[in-house]
């Protein structure tokens, strides 16, 4: 807070000193033409309705208009930031405060009208908001969204990443391997009630040795089919939510005025 106030009263001098040195010159240069025995040649009205120099002591020469200028038609300090200069005259001056005030009630004018249009286009889709989302009935829609939330939260993390194409293809190929495998080593019981003992526990042998090779691919892919499963669902209900969602709006699936109005969590 310390240091705050010190910077304070130092910026405050920083300002007194430049004030001072400002008037100074403004002093210096207005003395200076003053006794050069020039006179104000910047026209003024007469009574009589014509125009004639001013003829007062010289306080400055304008560099912009060349005009030499008195005291009473040098530039003065006028809120807000026109401030006396040593050689601009009054005319000039007044140019300039017109040209910045111009450009100001431009820029408001521009700016009002801008608002307008902005209100003008939320009206517009607001009524096409009303509209979109009464002939969608977003209200039941609504429901429908929170239940397929639900069961959306509800799925299994890693839902949403399924497993690749040929990770699936493979999955279907080991399956169809132990079906296959199976119903042939099945078949082989089955076929002759009166098979012999030994034959018996060779196909028996031979199934142990089977389901033993595949079982871990067959998990594996079991793992597969679970998850490719997982994903239909999740996607399902991805798409389900999109389509419920489509009713709420203007319908619009890009509309900006719709995104700044609300988002989905």
């Excluded at 003829?55 to 008195?70: I, K």
């Excluded at 890009?254 to 609300?262: I, P, S, T, V």
Aim: charged share 30%; net charge positive; aromatic share 4%.
């Amino acid at each position: 807070m310390r240091s705050i106030e010190i910077q304070s009263h130092i910026a405050a001098q920083e300002r007194e000193r430049a004030e001072r040195e400002r008037a100074t010159n403004i002093a210096v240069s207005r003395q200076r033409w003053l006794t050069s025995g020039k006179r104000c040649d910047i026209e003024v009205a007469t009574s009589s309705g014509g125009h004639r120099p001013c003829a007062e002591p010289a306080a400055g020469h304008c560099s912009s208009c060349e005009h030499v200028f008195c005291v009473a038609h040098q530039s003065y300090d006028r809120p807000p930031g026109f401030r006396v200069m040593i050689d601009e005259c009054i005319q000039c001056q007044d140019q300039r405060v017109e040209t910045v005030a111009a450009a100001a009630r431009e820029a408001e004018k521009k700016a009002r009208q801008a608002a307008e249009q902005r209100e003008r286009r939320h009206r517009a889709h607001e009524a096409k908001v009303r509209a979109h989302e009464k002939e969608n009935d977003w209200p039941g829609a609504r429901t429908l969204l929170d239940e397929v939330e639900r069961r959306r939260r509800e799925l299994p993390n890693g839902s949403y990443e399924g497993p690749t194409g040929s990770e699936i293809a493979r999955a279907n190929a080991v399956l169809i391997v132990d079906v296959v495998a199976i119903s042939v080593l099945g078949c082989g019981f089955v076929a002759d009630p009166a098979l012999s003992a030994p034959l018996v526990f060779t196909l028996g042998a031979i199934l142990a040795i089977a389901m033993l090779a595949l079982g871990p691919m067959s998990r594996w892919a079991l793992r597969i089919r679970i998850q490719h499963s997982r994903h239909l669902r999740y996607t399902a209900l991805i798409e389900e939510r999109d389509e419920l969602r489509s009713a709420r709006g203007c319908g619009k699936p890009d509309c900006k005025l719709c995104r700044a109005e609300w988002s989905w969590s």
